[in-house]
């Protein structure tokens, strides 16, 4: 079709023209509605936690075989920035961040 029969069909059938420019209105009312946005966009850092327990071994202990293997391995991750942990009497705690995004083949 070329453009000067598209024109000429727009002017002759006004109504189908308006009825068509109507119905994509009101469907884009009703997709405007089901758009997230978001007023103010995520810059947490990505963290991976890491918790383990071992019940009857004491802090020294946590830290000597769980705490420094793990943060060791941790620190060969790629695009990690810090590494928090925290030993107690059977448990001990880890949090990697990471300003990038991680992906599964990392």
Known sequence: MSLSRIVEFAVRRRGVVLAIWAAVFAFSLASVRDL?????PDVT?????????????SPLEVE????????TAMNGMPRVDEIRSIS??????????SRGRWSASD
């Open 45 to 57: 850092n990505t963290q991976v936690s890491i918790l383990t327990s071992a019940s009857g071994l």
């Open 64 to 71: 000597q075989y769980l705490t420094f293997p793990i943060e």
């Open 88 to 97: 107690r009497t059977a448990v001990r705690a880890s949090t990697s961040g």
């Open 36 to 40: 997230s946005i978001d007023a103010v």
